[in-house]
Structure formats: C-alpha cells, structure tokens
C-alpha cells in the first residue's frame, strides 16, 4: 500500500469541525499494533497531523518484526504512552490494556495499518458532541464510495453486522468497524470486562453497549483496503468466532 495521503469524504466536514476543535475534550488515541513497523511512524504522523489535543496510546501486541525497536526510540515524545505485551494476545488484548490506561475524555480506536484516515476523527467526534450519542461508528459502508473490497469480505461483513443488529437491536451498518469514539466514563465502566483476545472485541463491545443501554451514532469514514499479503491479520476463523460473540455476549458476560 502506498504511503500517499488518503483521500477524504467530504473536506467541508472537517474543516468546519477544525474550527471549534479548541473546545473540544482532551482525546486519547488508542493503537493496538503487532508486526507493523512498516506503516507506524506514517500512522504516528497522521494522528499528530490532526488538531486536537491528544495523547497517543500504542499497545505493542508482541511484535517480532522490529515494531518494538521503533517503539523505543520514541519513547519519551512527550505526547506517547507506549506499552507492550511480552507475547501476542490479539487486538481484542491490546485495546483492553489501552482502554484501561487512556485518559483523555475521548477516546478513539486507530489501527496501525493505514486503513482508517484520521482525519475523520473531526467527523467522529463531533457527532460525539453534537448528536445524542453515548459511542460514535465509523462507517466505511455510509461513505459516498468504497474502494473495491473482495465480495466475501464484504458479504461477511454484511453477514455479521446484520446478526448483531438482530440480537442488540441497533441498526449498524458496520459493526466490525475499527473507528470507535468512546466517551471516557462509558468504556471506563465496559473495558474491565473485556473478554475477547482477538477479533471478537468487536461484537463483544457492540453487545455490552446494547446491554447497557447506550446510544451509537454513525458517520461515514474514508478506507483504503489493504490486503493479506500486505499484513492484513483477520480470517475465516475470526468471522466463525465473530457469529458465536454475538449469541454469547448479547446474555452472558
């Protein structure tokens, strides 16, 4: 994937957004990572591209591929807070050990892999602010157009979102979307419950917010898909695991 620029929705958003910045509430940006030296230090930059005040959580899930090495030469970048897994557990395990240390009165999940822009976060937090809504979803199936995505991947997708509406009685269009915006006291109360190590984290938050009678919002969000041999991680075997969280956590912890 190249390290171009991404391409944005709709610039009038953001830029209005940008103008009351200002006032917005301190963000706290969590990314979980594993294996992505390659596209890190872009991801770094990006997120500090936005104006907002922020602090950037990096979880290392384990990396083997030299992650960890980059990781420590920034540490003590006075906006970064770095920690690290011994051994790999998931990014269900890396954004728990995020959502337990971030302390921004926002916070934001952002993948290390050039997928999510960025710059939709103006978009994502101002439905926060400005919507009746408790979490804010970054749809990528809202968007005006989506980049060509495999139709099983998508179909799946479809699939899943479609049973998780059915079982908490949202009306997603993109459940297993990485772009979560949280108010601090409500994933404060959901992240030590956690349970799910891998890919499940994704239906198994979307049940305990239906559980808990919160209110989600959608926005559309720009994506640039990356493939499998470009390091993309998730299977067929996480999309299995993805059906059976949905039954599970929409009763049980």
Not at 152 to 167: A, E, I, K, Q
Not at 174 to 194: G, N, Q, S, V
Request: proline share 5%; with cysteine; aromatic share 10%.
């Amino acid at each position: 994937m190249s390290l171009m620029e991404p391409r944005t929705i709709d610039n009038s958003v953001e830029q209005q957004a940008s103008c009351r910045l200002s006032a917005t509430p301190r963000l706290s940006v969590v990314i979980p990572v594993y294996n992505e030296c390659r596209t890190l230090a872009e991801i770094i930059r990006r997120v500090r591209a936005v104006p907002i005040h922020k602090e950037i959580i990096i979880v290392d899930d384990g990396s083997t591929d030299g992650t960890l090495d980059l990781l420590h030469l920034m540490r003590g970048e006075p906006d970064l807070r770095l920690f690290s897994h011994l051994a790999n557990r998931g990014k269900g395990a890396a954004l728990k050990t995020g959502f337990l240390q971030a302390r921004g009165d926002i916070i934001i999940v952002q993948d290390a892999d050039l997928e999510y822009h960025p710059t939709d976060y103006p978009r994502l937090i101002e439905a926060l602010l400005q919507k009746d809504a408790d979490v804010v979803y970054g749809s990528r199936f809202l968007a005006k157009s989506l980049p060509g995505r495999p139709f099983w991947h998508t179909f799946g997708n479809r699939v899943l979102t479609s049973m998780s509406n059915m079982f908490t009685g949202f009306d997603l269009t993109d459940m297993e979307t990485c772009y979560k915006a949280f108010r601090r006291e409500i994933i404060a109360a959901i992240a030590p419950t956690l349970k799910q190590q891998r890919f499940g984290i994704e239906p198994e938050l979307t049940a305990k917010l239906a559980r808990g009678g919160y209110r989600i919002h959608e926005v559309p969000i720009s994506y640039s898909r990356r493939t499998f041999q470009q390091g993309k991680k998730i299977g067929w075997r996480d999309g299995v695991n993805a059906l059976w969280c949905i039954v599970r956590y929409w009763r049980w912890d």
